[in-house]
């Protein structure tokens, strides 16, 4: 029980990574706020996670509004009584296509929910967390926001964005113990994967960009899980400012 006692929000807990991440920590004994825009995917979670044993609770919220944020904290507070680590890991993209094809309003979009968003969190829990003693952000980027490609320039550039943030956070914050670290996944066969790929999801498709990856497969959420367990855990209590490419060798 690796984070038994420990209260976490996970953002975009409805499905893909977060789903993973949110099961995983209430596998090891952590109380989840599954938080997610989508009722359907996050009610459905937070059931499976009761069903299985553990304690977590569906708030649906859009991370890019300061007021659903903040009742994220005040939803950890109302059910568990706590705060301790909250996963950023929300994000969005746009279809792989050039630059200049991508609109104003989906690029404004695009930086909402994978940029802001860190800015919106840190102003709801790093004032919690300095109350309390301590705590963790574990911020979800990518491996686009280190090694782009083109394609998905603006998506690339938001990545890179909180990869800077979350280290920039990690040496601001330390003196609070307050911990902030990054997770770099590679492509993975989740909801956005014709997305970020810019063709049909079709087996030949795949290969292509399974190609790029030396250890022969996309990440899974339970990679990503593994890696957010660790961060999140008392393991990492002097773990801060990095980020962990879960990629296969892709970065390589």
């Known amino acids: 029980m690796r984070l038994k006692d420990k ?18 920590y209430a596998q090891h004994g952590a109380s989840v706020i599954v938080a997610d825009i989508s009722e359907a995917g996050g009610l459905r979670v937070a059931e499976e996670i009761r069903q299985g044993g553990g304690r977590a609770q569906f708030v649906r919220a859009d991370v890019s509004q300061r007021a659903d944020m903040d009742g994220l904290l005040a939803a950890a507070l109302q059910h568990y009584g706590a705060m301790h680590v909250m996963v950023n890991n929300a994000g969005t993209t746009h279809r792989n296509r050039p630059m200049l094809e991508v609109d104003e309003a989906e690029f404004d979009r695009i930086f909402a929910i994978n940029v802001k ?44 964005a909180v990869i800077t943030m ?19 996944p590679v492509i993975s066969a989740t909801g956005l994967l014709s ?13 292509k960009f399974v190609a790029t990856i030396p250890m022969g497969r996309f990440s899974t959420p339970q990679d990503i899980a593994n890696a957010c ?24």
């Open 7 to 24: 209260v976490a929000v996970v953002t975009g807990g409805g499905s893909g990574f977060g789903e993973g991440i949110a099961k995983t």
């Open 117 to 160: 968003s860190i800015y919106l969190s840190a102003h709801t829990f790093v004032p919690h967390f300095r109350q309390a003693g301590g705590g963790a952000f574990i911020n979800i980027a990518s491996t686009a926001g280190i090694r782009p490609r083109p394609g998905l320039t603006w998506y690339n550039s938001s990545k890179g």
């Open 166 to 184: 979350s280290k920039s956070m990690a040496g601001e914050l330390g003196p609070d113990r307050i911990r902030v670290n990054c997770v770099n």
């Open 195 to 207: 997305e970020f790929m810019g063709v049909p999801d079709t087996p030949e498709n795949r290969k």
């Open 229 to 252: 367990l660790y961060l999140g855990s008392d393991e990492a209590e002097f773990v801060t400012g990095v980020c962990i490419e879960v990629d296969g060798g892709r970065c390589v």
